[in-house]
């Protein structure tokens, strides 16, 4: 993989957190959340987010149930990772999310915040978590 910036999502149907890292330092950091109702808004959002960040790498958090089989939001992330992968051109890795959000509403009570001051965040933080889990992992995950 070449070195630069790699921009990873969170996927949801209402929101998609998005943080940023770089290849060379393994570090993630949220960025934003995107809400939007139609799917030509979130990909709008997400292609002036890739305009911006000029990644080399996208990451999408892959949901599943806790023993690891999918569900119909690992059916949906494998769809919006499909389409990112199309539209932008960009190679689409898979990190496993399991526990992300639990995690991530760990860290930022952990920071004091409370769950109303640290739900614009969640997805973000989340999104995170799992491009951090995707730096470390040495097998990426691929869709059941």
Do not use: C, Y
């Not at 998005?18 to 290849?23: D, I, K, L, N, R």
């Not at 030509?40 to 690891?68: C, M, N, T, Y």
């Not at 089989?69 to 999310?97: C, G, I, Q, S, Y």
């Amino acid at each position: 993989m070449p070195d630069g910036t790699v921009l990873a999502f969170d996927f949801g149907e209402k929101r998609i957190g998005v943080a940023t890292g770089e290849t060379l330092l393994a570090s993630a950091h949220p960025l934003a959340v995107i809400r939007a109702e139609s799917n030509d808004e979130r990909f709008a959002a997400i292609g002036k987010l890739i305009a911006e960040w000029q990644p080399v790498q996208l990451v999408v958090g892959l949901p599943s149930h806790a023993d690891g089989t999918p569900h119909e939001m690992t059916r949906l992330a494998t769809k919006f990772a499909e389409r990112l992968k199309r539209r932008f051109n960009l190679p689409v890795a898979f990190a496993d999310e399991r526990l992300t959000s639990v995690d991530a509403e760990a860290q930022l009570r952990e920071a004091g915040r409370n769950s109303k001051s640290a739900k614009p965040l969640l997805d973000a933080v989340a999104a995170q978590l799992i491009l951090q889990t995707w730096f470390e992992s040495p097998h990426h995950v691929t869709p059941s």
